[in-house]
């Protein structure tokens, strides 16, 4: 399996497909697990090849300590992608390739999704989210990319960022895959000890909680379900929101004919975890 570091040689490589065939794109930072494999599968299944980008971005890292511990394990991952033995190339650039020796984030406006859960804890994350995505889909061009719903805010900036630039990208969003506990597979798992990884259980058992009596009570009370679950545990919440499924506002009442989701981001030990669930 080819990987390649150098935008020169990659779009050599894809040029044979631009004319009749279709290529798909599954943006990583990479330390792959089944949640990535999942998004691999569906784009072979549209695709007649598929380009993985391994790429630990520095422009949506606004936490230091998070940037240089995040896992990176390229060889791993391409040992792992060569076992399924399918039409698939690495793109794995080191920052100044892809940035072209300029690595800083453009100023979007998303119309304020960006400013809701993951962009207020996270200042200037999805700048640098829709910055890299916007990169990669330049170097690559594919005809369809990839993005989990595990991260259904980045999904929506994505959609949005295409729709700015005027991208020819059709996005699809992919569904969460979860450990037998329930927790949501993500690179970060592999940062926390067996008995934090028990624990972490705790945040999509919470959010079981929400779903379960969303009809029931109100959102204040579901709020304070919620809180209460994470005081007698070893976890620290940083946010629970129950949102409108398409502004991400934080809903404070329930309205008729209004998709809602709600969405989680907790800390085990220093490691940081998100989850979300629609609401039906
Ligand atoms: P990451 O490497 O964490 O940036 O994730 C790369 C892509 O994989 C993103 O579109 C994520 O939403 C998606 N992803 C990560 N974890 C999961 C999961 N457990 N289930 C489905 N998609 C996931």
């Known amino acids: 399996m080819e990987v390649f570091t150098e935008n020169k040689t990659l779009t050599a490589a894809l040029r044979p497909y631009r004319v ?3 290529i798909g794109l599954v943006p990583t930072m990479g330390a ?4 990535h494999l999942s998004l691999v599968s569906q784009a072979l299944k549209d695709n007649d090849l598929v380009v993985v980008s391994i790429f630990v971005n520095p422009t949506q890292f606004n936490n230091q300590g998070d940037l240089v511990n995040y896992p990176r394990t390229l060889h791993k991952d391409v040992t792992l992608l060569k076992t399924l033995q399918a039409n698939v190339v690495v793109y794995a650039p080191e ?3 892809l940035y ?4 800083v984030s453009k100023n979007y406006n998303f119309g304020g999704i960006e400013r809701e859960m993951e962009g207020k804890h996270r200042q200037g994350h999805f700048d640098g989210v829709g910055t890299v995505v916007s990169l990669l889909f330049k170097a690559v061009q594919p005809n369809t990319a990839y993005f989990g719903e595990k991260d259904f805010q980045q999904l929506q900036i994505v959609k949005k960022m295409t729709a700015i630039e005027k991208l020819p990208v059709e996005i699809i969003g992919c569904p969460i895959i979860r450990e037998p506990s329930n927790l949501a597979m993500s690179s970060r798992n592999k940062r926390l000890n067996p008995q934090e990884l028990k624990a972490a259980a705790i945040i999509n058992k919470s959010l079981k909680l929400a779903a379960k009596y969303f009809h029931e009570k109100s959102i204040s009370q579901i709020n304070t379900m ?3 679950c994470f005081k007698d545990s070893s976890l620290s919440l ?4 129950i949102a409108n499924e398409k502004t991400l506002k934080t809903v404070r009442r329930k309205r008729k004919g209004v998709s ?3 969405f989680i981001a907790a800390f085990v030990g220093e490691v940081r975890l998100i989850d979300n669930q629609k609401l039906s």
């Open 95 to 97: 920052a100044n390739e």
């Open 226 to 228: 919620v809180a209460n």
């Open 100 to 103: 072209s020796n300029n690595i």
């Open 260 to 262: 809602y989701r709600c």
């Open 32 to 35: 792959l697990h089944k949640g």
């Open 238 to 241: 940083e946010y629970f929101e």
């Open 20 to 22: 009749s065939k279709k």
